[in-house]
């Protein structure tokens, strides 16, 4: 970005109502503020304070809020602990887009270090930059260094607060990564009489009105060093904010005392703090605001604002499909449920789906598996013969965590290096090696900048090669993004870094090691930084039963759990990743779980197609009922055609509250439109109403068709302008309109 800093002191600010346009910006000069404003928003800032406000075109404001920095030597310094405060305006037209940039300089304290502050306002994108830019004083010698950065602060001390106006405001509390089945939340005001909520959302968050979906996001577009955290907490006033903090540095430890969505488990997971940003200036991440009347806009510009910074992966021709080991043979294999032996006979049947088999050749992916039972050499005579079948082998591999007992740090060595696994271990705030998955048996965190970690990445790689794989899973990728008291490149200051660090050399490593054309799918990982892989597992492992609370079946893994958290994140497909990746559907029963029945199967189906993902299955077809029903759904015509190509649907409305009852709608307008509702309450059935204008529909009439069975379920007459289908208790419906000539 161009910093060309002009800097106009207070003193020329004394022409009341001096105002002059930057395109289409329009600049207003006031003898005690600086308001710089396009038809998305305004911001103002006031020259005695130095406080910034911000008006959206939808009701959203923003006021007085602030910025500060807490350096390791000095402490915490503010915008509004400076004396001075002045502005300038910077046009610009740069890569990322046109526009205008406001440039706010706040000095004049005893800490001796001077605040910039950056806003940027585009032209031709609906959303506003903001960042913060620490540097020493005039005169001032020495680094600064920090692990506590906020370029956007609403503090009570200056009588801020954001307001979300509606009759339903809601917040978004959203977990650092996908792991532990931790959940989206949606907070919501109970009321004048009721508790305050607070909380800590990771990377971004949003507010919204839930009946209207008029609403802000906000998150961090850098993720090659900090990790965000937005700290909040509620007025009593409905849709009242009044603390918020959007700060960098956030290190938080798992607490088992709290509920695992609140605290417990949808962390950061660390064990030590937040590395320090060390220099002659200290800069935040670039924040994101973006405040239209349908919130689900701004999230997709979030996701698009993502690449234009970060860039991303893409796929050429038809997208995998494949089928995983996990659901029929568990971890390890040990129980030899079917590896080695039968598993050619899951290739046989495979090959009998003509549909299935017609676009990518299908992807046989052994996960999860140990060595010492499943040689390379074997995997690859398997590989051999999936060739013969026209289909293509997965690799599944761990990165940056080793699983080993919790007494052999010192007896395990790293394989493809010469290093023991001692060498390459994170160690915490106490110096000890972090085990980052708890128990006799768990992992063990690795450094991604060491030598040993980088020979492990090219040991496994070249298994993956000599199987013949085409399709990478990579898991627990948590593991190289924890913070560290110790690491090998002592350049590298942060987790983040770090895992940075070790995903450009994973992912360079891919194209040298195993040739072009390597698809990577990430399983339990963060969400950002996201241009590493062409997909990302929505939630933890899904098991494909219905609800969390089903009999018999884990609290955890449902269908409705992974769909409800994936209404708010079916914007990630097409923006951040080619696809996404729902994991696995399941034609009868998931490793040693109940049957499912036929309804949950296709249940499962229709949110995978919902939310764009990638198609894959892990069931035993040696099982009758579940090669039946592969027959069926598997190889359905419209449903292989659909996963050659997956898009997401746009969720008519988000999943709201933490009940399992949820109800929830989605859209995918085109040629042939499509609608998929489902109804996770066991009573109560679901209608929901549509609109023309929502589904881009012309005046034609049109048939309401099943997506499976292509039977006539109703129709649409010319010029109607809504319609609404009905759908009972736990069940879920795809259909499509398909317009009468």
């Not at 910006?25 to 600086?34: E, F, G």
Request: hydrophobic letters at 40%; charged letters at 20%; one cysteine or more.
């Amino acid at each position: 970005m161009n910093l060309n800093i002009r800097f106009i002191p207070y003193y020329l600010f004394v022409l009341l109502l001096a105002v002059f346009k930057v395109d289409a910006q329009q600049v207003n000069k006031y003898d005690d503020s600086l308001v710089v404003r396009n038809q998305q928003a305004s911001v103002t800032v006031n020259y005695k304070t130095g406080c910034a406000s911000y008006h959206f075109s939808n009701g959203v404001v923003m006021n007085n809020t602030i910025a500060y920095v807490n350096e390791i030597s000095v402490g915490s310094l503010s915008t509004a602990d400076c004396k001075l405060h002045q502005a300038a305006t910077d046009p610009f037209d740069n890569s990322t887009g046109k526009g205008v940039r406001l440039i706010i300089k706040h000095s004049g304290n005893d800490k001796g270090i001077t605040l910039i502050q950056q806003i940027t306002l585009y032209q031709d994108h609906p959303y506003l930059l903001v960042n913060l830019t620490a540097v020493k004083a005039a005169g001032q010698t020495g680094l600064l260094e920090s692990r506590d950065i906020s370029a956007l602060t609403v503090s009570p001390q200056q009588q801020s607060s954001l307001v979300q106006p509606g009759a339903e405001p809601r917040l978004l509390d959203v977990p650092f990564d996908n792991d532990d089945w931790v959940n989206v939340l949606e907070r919501k005001w109970e009321g004048v009489d009721k508790p305050v909520f607070s909380g800590i959302s990771y990377e971004y968050s949003a507010v919204y009105d839930n009946t209207k979906l008029s609403g802000l996001v906000m998150g961090s577009l850098s993720h090659d060093f900090w990790k965000t955290g937005i700290v909040y907490r509620s007025a009593k006033q409905p849709g009242v904010i009044d603390s918020l903090k959007i700060y960098d540095g956030a290190a938080t430890e798992d607490d088992k005392s709290l509920p695992a969505d609140y605290g417990g488990l949808d962390g950061t997971h660390d064990h030590a703090l937040h590395g320090t940003m060390k220099g002659t200036t200290v800069t935040s991440s670039i924040i994101y605001l973006c405040g239209l009347n349908d919130v689900r806009k701004a999230f997709v510009e979030y996701g698009n604002a993502n690449v234009v910074f970060n860039g991303k992966q893409t796929w050429k021709g038809d997208a995998p499909v494949y089928w995983n080991s996990f659901g029929v043979e568990g971890v390890l294999g040990y129980s030899g449920v079917m590896m080695p032996k039968d598993v050619v006979k899951i290739s046989d049947f495979i090959q009998t789906l003509d549909n299935f088999n017609k676009y990518s050749k299908p992807v046989m992916s052994i996960d999860s598996y140990d060595q010492s039972i499943y040689t390379t050499d074997l995997l690859a005579s398997f590989g051999r013969y999936a060739k013969k079948k026209n289909q293509q082998m997965g690799f599944y591999f761990i990165p940056f965590a080793m699983w080993t007992w919790r007494n052999s740090l010192e007896n395990t060595k790293l394989a493809g290096s010469d290093y023991k696994l001692s060498d390459v271990v994170l160690h915490d705030k106490n110096h000890q090696p972090i085990f980052y998955k708890d128990g006799d048996w768990g992992a063990y965190a690795m450094d991604p900048t060491h030598p040993g970690v980088r020979q492990y990445v090219i040991n496994q790689l070249e298994k993956a090669k000599a199987v013949g794989a085409k399709f990478i899973k990579i898991d627990f990728l948590t593991a190289g993004a924890l913070e560290s008291t110790t690491r090998y490149d002592p350049q590298v200051r942060s987790g983040l870094q770090a895992y940075n660090v070790g995903m450009k050399m994973l992912r360079s490593l891919v194209d040298s090691v195993m040739g072009p054309d390597i698809f990577i799918t990430q399983a339990i990982s963060p969400m950002f930084p996201h241009q590493y892989a062409h997909t990302r597992f929505i939630s933890t492992d899904v098991y494909s039963h219905l609800r969390d609370d089903e009999k018999g079946f884990p609290h955890y893994g449902s269908t409705e759990a992974s769909l409800a958290t994936g209404s708010h994140l079916w914007w990630v497909q097409g923006t951040l990743w080619p696809y996404t990746n729902m994991d696995v559907s399941i034609m009868k029963n998931f490793q040693k779980n109940p049957d499912l029945s036929e309804k949950e199967v296709k249940l499962r189906l229709y949110a995978m197609m919902s939310m764009g993902s990638i198609l894959g299955d892990g069931s035993d077809f040696r099982d009758k009922i579940a090669a039946d029903r592969a027959k069926i759904y598997l190889n359905n015509k419209a449903l292989c055609e659909f996963f050659s190509d997956p898009k997401v649907f746009t969720p008519l409305k988000f999943a709201d509250g933490a009940t399992l009852d949820q109800q929830i709608a989605f859209y995918l307008p085109g040629a042939t439109t499509l609608l998929s509702m489902f109804n996770f309450d066991q009573q109560k059935a679901f209608k929901p109403e549509w609109h023309r204008s929502d589904l881009n529909l012309g005046d034609k009439e049109y048939l309401i068709k099943d997506f499976l069975t292509d039977e006539p379920l109703g129709r649409i007459a010319k010029g109607q302008d809504t319609f609404s289908l009905n759908l009972t208790a736990e069940d879920a419906l795809m259909v499509k309109l398909v317009p009468v000539n």
